[in-house]
């Protein structure tokens, strides 16, 4: 499919347009940030390694009934999509206390929770995508009730989903962040779901095979995502 213009730059992938208006190709980068930018860096492989684990975990989501914007893998680094207009409320599924939620809470990190914990936040990059409620979401506009509904109820199942494959291959799924967007009307869920945008620990050892390895100056950045999707392909095959 011919490729167009650049029409969106993030911190991890470039949006083109394409000769079909209803599809964009998604260029994943070896960029890595953390903290809404103030560190930068570089991980090596990075863009090839999440699209692979995002097209293999989006494609295992369809099959489960959870519509996404995944049309097709051309090579290694790009991905053609759904051309989605997204919704501005991200979904973050915590599992296990880490990160913000053990500083905010005051919690040790690591305690499992009983049950998963959902949040909100309103994705604007100017603002550091603030924690939001639903009444801000609804109030606002940003979302409608129903397609609140339907992105909370989701994010749980694919949560369900994720938990019981990723504890087939010995990781446990800390939290994740989940966007969704609308093609025609229907809500599909959109962007990544990679070692960028979960937090993902070995069973055994509690090892962190995701960015906080970037965050946290762990080193090793590479070879942890490598294993993710050595992990991934070997369940898959």
């Known amino acids: 499919m011919q490729a167009g213009s650049l029409i969106y730059e993030g911190k991890a992938k470039q949006v083109y347009a394409t000769s079909d208006p209803d599809i964009v190709r998604m260029t994943y980068k ?22 692979r684990i ?20 051309p090579d290694d680094r790009n991905v053609l999509v759904r051309k989605l207009e997204m919704l501005p409320v991200e979904v973050v599924v915590r599992n296990v206390v880490a990160g913000s939620l053990a500083k905010r809470l ?10 998963p ?19 801000h979401a609804l109030v606002m506009g940003w979302v409608t009730r129903d397609q609140l509904n339907t992105i909370t109820a ?4 694919i949560n369900s989903v994720l938990q019981e494959f990723f504890a087939k291959i010995g990781i446990i799924l800390v939290d994740f962040k989940l966007e969704f967007g609308l093609f025609q009307g229907q809500v599909l869920l ?3 779901i990679s070692p960028d945008t979960c937090r993902l620990w070995d069973q055994q050892s509690l090892e962190k095979l995701d960015k906080d390895r970037f965050r946290r100056d762990l080193g090793k950045e590479e070879e942890a995502y490598q294993e993710v999707v050595r992990r991934i392909e070997q369940a898959l095959a």
């Open 30 to 51: 070896d960029d890595a940030t953390a903290f809404d930018g103030a560190k930068k860096g570089t991980i090596n492989n990075k863009g090839r390694i999440n699209n």
């Open 54 to 73: 995002a097209c293999m975990l989006f494609e295992m989501l369809g099959k489960k009934g959870i519509p996404t914007h995944l049309v097709e893998k």
């Open 106 to 115: 005051g919690k040790e990190e690591g305690m499992e929770l009983p049950s």
């Open 117 to 135: 914990i959902l949040e909100l936040y309103y994705k604007n990059d100017d603002l550091h995508d603030p924690m939001i409620n639903d009444y």
């Open 154 to 157: 989701r994010a749980l199942t």
């Open 190 to 192: 959109g962007d990544e």
